[in-house]
């Protein structure tokens, strides 16, 4: 939420200035100290140099300057909160105050609050706004009735835009006041964000000379009193003397009030409790301002423009409303689409726009579709979340900051909730009020909670009524529960869609608006422990009544000490017991938090989803294509424990702090210790890969070295094949083994059928060291790619023992950069090329430059192009080199002739020599090779990605072979042999025309 005159967090100030409109291009001239040179304090706190004579236009000149006077911009403009901070500048009184006011408020309004780093870049508010649907609609006038973001309704009033709710004839001379209401998250603050930018730049409102925007928050929390003169000078010190506030002349027709968040301020329009006033000059109570210029009775001429949620509508006696606005967020889904073009397009990072665009496409399908995320949706601060997601899931990359998925919906709440407070009452004091987020919690979260344990997605009134209206209430909770309802809990919950469609009943089902959201609010009910047994309840409410009285009770005991038996003391050590009692309850409280995450995350029935992020994803998106007609309710929840993680990092806990939620670092390093033996337990066992890729996110979400390092301490193999990998998956990855010690060693790393393109191996890099063995076969790597992995194994630490590339077109060039690192590394022991596009001159150079690298073992470059001469030209190279075993050469272009040659050559030129296996086919000369299973295992697992004809011509030609083999011997063990090999190969071929591989091949 916007605040008039402040800043929130630390943010910075874009180059784009305020007065671009009315600046003059600026030619630069040759020499500069050769005029005189004035120096002046412009508006918004921004030095510059100022030729005379000259006009400089701020961007130009922020632009050829160096950051040094960029750094005195976020100095200054920091300090911008700080309202009554004089300005001393010899020549401020002779600026225009009402040029003056446009700079500053273009400056403040323009600030982008911390979450939007997230995005890539920052966005101006023109670029990245879409006008909501706004009606002029009576508060009275279908009460209950919801717009539907699929159907128009006919009894819909005519839209109109903001600039349009002031084209009506004043009154009597009377200025007009304008009430904007809607629901928490349809845009009243973005929108009345637009329109005061939108006056500074003169395109909108210029009726209106003077524009005075405030926030209803900040005002309310004035407790001395103050005149109307001297609260705008508070805020806007330069309009202090302006004359549209002296009351004379009719000039305040030419003000425009707006008051933002009225629901923050109790107003109270009865003549006895708030004194009429119409001098701006006397003081009073703020409220009594705010309540005098809307009876018009302080300067009854101006203009004001009041938002407030739904709530808070009738807090204004309708005489003192002129017209009235609903807003009603995004109603259909182009406007919908519009925000994300706006967001996704603009993106930074140097992505390309085409995966933009397609992103785009697919969101808009989906939305199409009136599926459920186009009814969460037509709350924009939800498209603000989609687009957040998104992004997180598609342009991360090794340069963005540190992002988690928890953190995101962490942010979303603060952005819609920070600081505000449910009050008991009203005049409760500070010490009664409850933070509104922890409301959402002990009530939303506690439904979330239960239908996660349930495995439950919707939700009847009932279980409404049952988990937020609860027990019977006092009446002031009664009142505090209905603004709840009024203002909040359809923010979080909406009508579900699909039930809707396939309702067999009337009955009204409710979801949670992203399906997300119920596992994070579960997540927080869980780790805020909120989720207590009876007996921690009546423990907690003990320990506190003694640790209250424990110095009274010492005390007074010190003094009837004498008096009093020691027995009577036995009875007080026993009540001193029982804040011990509490701690050992609240430490068992806290494991079974950790053993709900690790029981949550280990599901046996969850391992055949796909990961996380993929569900995300489709969340999102849509499943494209034909689709299973599953339930929603059977739907796994394995977010949840990974957002149990996620609220432990500090980060999140320093927000959550800041919206009334408080994690103790105490209990954060109590389930952290539990949390560790469960996941080490967890990690020894061969998770499925989708569920392994769930363990690494849920690492990453910590954001805790040691822990993660502990953790991998005892893993040995990651094996994510078949897991799709995005540039996030591959960040994650990274950043997980990152932070492992540097003598941390994985066996193997399989990335194998991952959809790994040349683009992700540069964030890929971090993996690959200290591993033995990398796979990363049936990719999309190109020759490029080979040039990042030729300077890994130059690496002086590298410690990959095998790489396997098969199936990636490397090509004749991607080899060539590949054995540019066999002089310089000496811990490879296998290299597979198999099925690369290599050729015979890539052949013969591998052959030239095996005696660079003296501890291969172990080569394959079968199913290549690679004919006769060069075959023989390898294998003479291999029986040459010290270390070499066996060389793969099946599936090439090889003749009879040619096969006999290899086998010929592989045998040792003299008793005792070494010989070289050269696996050319199933047989070896008239006998069958000894290697005829792993060559057939080979390509039936392969089958499938190859190209059918060509493995089916080899698997023919084999046939051949064999049958002559077993016409050479009569034996008749031989031929049985050669009947059993030939029975493999055919039931090869069969799964070959079948499309299967599911058959295992039989020895």
Not at 780 to 805: A, F, M
Not at 955 to 984: P, T, Y
Request: charged share 25%; net charge positive.
């Amino acid at each position: 939420m916007w605040r008039s005159g402040s800043t929130t967090g630390t943010g910075v100030i874009r180059r784009r200035y305020c007065g671009v409109k009315r600046d003059v291009p600026h030619k630069p001239q040759p020499v500069v100290t050769q005029k005189k040179i004035n120096f002046s304090l412009l508006p918004g706190g921004i030095y510059c140099i100022r030729k005379t004579g000259a006009s400089l236009s701020p961007n130009k000149w922020l632009s050829s300057h160096g950051s040094a006077w960029i750094d005195r911009i976020l100095l200054l403009s920091s300090s911008s909160n700080r309202i009554n901070k004089r300005i001393f500048c010899s020549n401020t009184s002779n600026a225009d105050p009402i040029e003056t006011h446009k700079h500053k408020l273009m400056l403040w309004f323009s600030h982008m609050p911390q979450e939007e780093k997230q995005f890539g870049g920052y966005f101006s508010p023109e670029t990245m706004h879409v006008e909501p649907l706004i009606l002029e609609k009576n508060p009275e006038e279908g009460k209950g009735f919801s717009i539907s973001p699929f159907k128009a309704n006919a009894s819909m009033s005519h839209p109109l835009t903001v600039e349009q709710l002031f084209e009506t004839s004043r009154d009597e001379g009377r200025g007009l006041n304008v009430l904007i209401y809607g629901a928490v998250g349809t845009g009243k603050s973005t929108v009345v964000r637009k329109l005061v930018l939108d006056w500074c730049a003169g395109s909108t409102l210029s009726q209106f000379k003077l524009v005075v925007p405030f926030s209803c928050e900040d005002i309310s929390h004035l407790s001395k009193p103050i005149s109307l003169r001297d609260l705008v000078g508070r805020k806007y010190m330069h309009l202090r003397k302006t004359p549209f506030l002296s009351g004379d002349s009719n000039q305040s027709r030419d003000i425009l009030f707006i008051f933002n968040g009225m629901e923050k301020m109790k107003l109270d329009f009865r003549i006895g409790s708030t004194e009429l006033c119409s001098d701006p000059n006397e003081a009073i109570s703020t409220g009594a301002v705010v309540v005098n210029l809307l009876r018009k009775y302080l300067l009854p001429e101006a203009t004001i423009l009041v938002t407030t949620r739904l709530s808070a509508v009738d807090h204004i006696p309708k005489k003192y409303v002129g017209r009235y606005a609903q807003i009603c967020g995004f109603n259909d889904p182009d406007r919908q689409r519009a925000y994300f073009a706006s967001r996704l397009l603009s993106q930074g990072g140097g992505k390309p726009e085409k995966e933009a665009e397609a992103l785009i496409e697919m969101l808009y399908l989906n939305l199409q579709r009136e599926s459920q995320l186009a009814a969460a949706c037509f709350l924009p601060s939800y498209c603000w979340l989609t687009c957040a997601t998104l992004h997180f899931l598609h342009f991360t990359d090794a340069r963005a900051p540190i992002r988690t998925f928890t953190g995101i919906y962490t942010s979303f709440l603060r952005l819609n909730f920070g600081g505000e407070v449910m009050a008991t009452g009203e005049t409760s004091s500070q010490e009664q009020q409850t933070s509104l987020m922890l409301y959402v919690v002990r009530t939303v979260g506690k439904l979330a909670f239960d239908g996660v344990t349930t495995k439950r997605t919707s939700f009847s009134e009932n279980d409404l009524e049952q988990w937020i209206g609860g027990k019977t209430k006092t009446d002031e909770e009664l009142q505090e529960l209905a603004v709840f309802r009024t203002d909040v809990l359809d923010f979080f919950l909406i009508p579900c869609v699909e039930h809707r469609k396939l309702a067999e009943s009337n009955e009204k089902r409710y979801v949670f608006a992203v399906p997300a959201m119920q596992e994070y609010l579960a997540a927080l009910y869980m780790v805020l422990g909120e989720n207590k047994s009876t007996l921690e309840k009546v423990t907690k409410q003990v320990s506190d009544v003694i640790g209250q009285a424990s110095e009274d009770i010492t005390s007074i005991m010190s003094i009837l000490s004498k008096l009093i038996p020691l027995r009577i003391f036995a009875i007080f050590n026993l009540l001193k017991l029982f804040p011990k009692f509490f701690e050992r309850v609240t430490n068992l409280s806290r494991g079974r938090i950790a053993n709900t995450m690790a029981a949550e995350m280990f599901r046996s029935e969850d391992s055949f989803n796909e990961d996380v992020l993929d569900q995300v994803e489709q969340s999102l998106l849509g499943v494209q294509g034909p689709q299973l007609q599953e339930e929603a309710d059977t739907r796994s929840f394995e977010l949840y424990p990974i957002f149990m993680g996620g609220l432990l990092h500090y980060g999140n806990r320093r927000i959550l702090d800041q919206l009334g939620c408080n994690i103790k670092s105490t209990a954060v390093a109590q389930i952290t210790r539990s949390l560790k033996k469960q996941l080490v337990k967890a990690s020894r066992k061969q998770l499925p890969p989708a569920e392994l890729m769930d363990l690494l996110v849920l690492l990453y979400e910590f954001q805790n070295p040691r822990l993660t390092a502990e953790v991998l301490q005892s893993v040995k193999v990651i094996n994510l094949s078949t897991v799709l990998m995005t540039p996030l998956k591959c960040f994650v990855l990274s950043s997980v083994l990152d932070c492992t010690p540097s003598r941390f060693l994985l066996e193997e790393l399989n990335l194998s059928s991952c959809h790994i393109t040349p683009d992700l191996l540069p964030m890929l890099r971090p993996a690959f060291r200290n591993t033995l063995c990398l796979n990363l076969q049936f990719n999309s790597l190109g020759p490029e790619s080979c040039i990042l992995l030729r300077d890994l194994l130059l690496e002086p630490n590298c410690t990959i023992k095998t790489l396997q590339l098969c199936d990636n077109s490397l090509l004749d060039r991607g080899a060539t950069h590949l054995l540019d690192a066999l002089s310089g590394n000496q811990s490879l022991k296998k290299l597979s090329l198999m099925h690369t596009g290599l050729g015979d001159s890539a052949a013969l150079e591998l052959a030239a430059r095996l005696g660079q690298h003296t501890s291969l073992q172990d080569l394959n470059v079968a199913y290549n192009n690679i004919g006769d001469s060069a075959a023989l030209t390898l294998v003479d190279a291999c029986r040459e080199h010290p270390s070499i075993q066996t060389v793969h050469l099946y599936l090439n272009q090889l003749t009879d002739v040619g096969k006999q040659s290899l086998h010929a050559r592989g045998v040792p030129r003299e008793k005792g020599g070494r010989k070289v296996k050269a696996l050319a086919s199933v047989t070896e000369g008239s006998d069958i090779s000894e290697d005829w299973l792993s060559i057939l295992s080979v390509i039936g697992k392969n089958s499938l990605s190859w190209e059918k004809e060509r493995v089916r011509e080899q698997l023919q030609v084999f046939m051949k072979d064999l049958e002559w083999g077993r016409k050479q011997h009569q034996s008749f063990l031989k031929k049985l042999h050669f009947r059993r090999v030939e029975s493999v190969v055919r039931r090869t071929m069969r799964m070959l025309e079948k499309g299967s591989t599911t058959k295992p091949l039989a020895k």
